[in-house]
């Protein structure tokens, strides 16, 4: 047989108060008694009874719930960002309604859509180029607070919450410069990816710094896996023998580039002076990172603080709708191990 369901009136009368008593103990709501808060929740806790919180919020047109979208949640670099941004909505008592777009201006669009029909109280997301001005327009139609996370917003009035890609990737071209290295790639990402872009600005930057060259050829597009990467570094440096060092765009594309390094029948290393040394250096740092041989030097990303203050942030939009627009630019921290 079933276990009967336990409701408000159950509670109510174990606890021996009304029903709009327990309804105020639940809601955080009025001038209750310490000794009468005590009295319901020993009542909730014996009865083992669950709040329906989704009527709950229909009936005070209020919800719990608050979006994050973001471009793959397998990704290590928005995983922590999803961390982040969930322990700053749980310490305020909201829960995280989570989706990912891939690659898909519709795929957002409908993932947005379908948040704003859940009632949702605010909503962070990961602009996209072709899709984020129809969102933030959606968005702002149903008067849904917003902050946009880990890529700079294309819209001034929007708060946003990023990691500072171009300065980090002219730190991480810098040091390998200082390292003594004069022919630098760089591999990973797609052509109509704002990080890369931002990155490979930073790469220029440095480059030109120490008037070195920038070259098309050593600058390879490719997608995010570990074999991809191998695959592309191994032709790389197949065709290039020059090259020296190559910054990883992710972590996935450094982790695969170890392979591809030793399938060109080169190692990895910080010696600059060894013909056969590859350094590598990545952006995103992970903990797989000290699992290869050497460990892989990397960019740290931020991300776990990117997403606690873009969570901190929303949290404030919503409380105060109008509010000068915040843009917060975190920077990265170069962890330098055995590969560069």
């Known amino acids: 047989m079933s276990q009967k369901k336990i409701k408000i009136t159950d509670v109510a ?8 008593t327990v309804s105020l103990v639940l809601g955080n ?5 310490e000794a009468t808060i005590t009295k319901v929740n020993e009542a909730i806790k014996t009865l083992g009874y669950v709040r329906n919180e989704a009527a709950a919020n229909l009936r005070s047109n209020q919800s719990n719930l608050i979006g994050l979208v973001v471009k793959d949640i397998t990704d290590p670099f928005y995983t922590e960002i999803t961390a982040g941004f969930s322990q700053a909505l749980e310490k305020q008592g909201y829960m995280l309604f989570l989706a990912q777009y891939g690659d898909s201006p519709a795929r957002l669009e409908h993932c947005i859509q379908s948040m704003i029909q859940q009632g949702v109280a605010g909503v962070a997301f990961s602009p996209l180029r072709g899709a984020s001005q129809g969102v933030l327009k959606m968005l702002g139609d149903a008067g849904v607070p917003v902050v946009c996370v880990a890529r700079a917003s294309v819209n001034d009035e929007v708060d946003f919450v990023v990691p500072d890609n171009s300065q980090s990737a002219k730190k991480a071209t810098l040091h390998l410069i200082e390292q003594g290295h004069r022919h630098i790639a760089y591999v990973g990402g797609q052509g109509d990816s704002l990080t890369r872009a931002e990155r490979i600005g930073g790469y220029c930057t440095a480059l030109i710094q120490y008037g070195l060259p920038f070259k098309n050829e050593w600058v390879i597009e490719c997608e995010g896996t570990q074999t991809a990467a191998a695959q592309a570094v191994q032709s790389l440096l197949v065709q290039h023998p020059k090259i020296t060092a190559i910054l990883c765009h992710r ?3 450094a982790l695969g580039a170890v392979y591809g390094v030793q399938r060109a029948n080169r190692s990895v290393g910080r010696d600059n002076y060894i013909g056969q040394q590859v350094a590598l250096l990545g952006f995103d740092d992970v903990p797989e990172a000290e699992l290869t041989h050497p460990p892989l030097t990397f960019m740290s990303s931020t991300a776990q603080a990117i997403g606690e203050q873009a969570g901190q942030r929303l949290l404030q939009r919503m409380k105060q709708p109008v509010q000068n627009t915040e843009k917060v630019v975190l920077p990265s921290v170069l962890i330098i191990r055995g590969s560069a």
């Open 29 to 33: 709501k009025g001038r209750i008694s």
């Open 13 to 20: 009368e174990y606890a021996g108060v009304s029903v709009s």
């Open 251 to 253: 972590s996935a594309v």
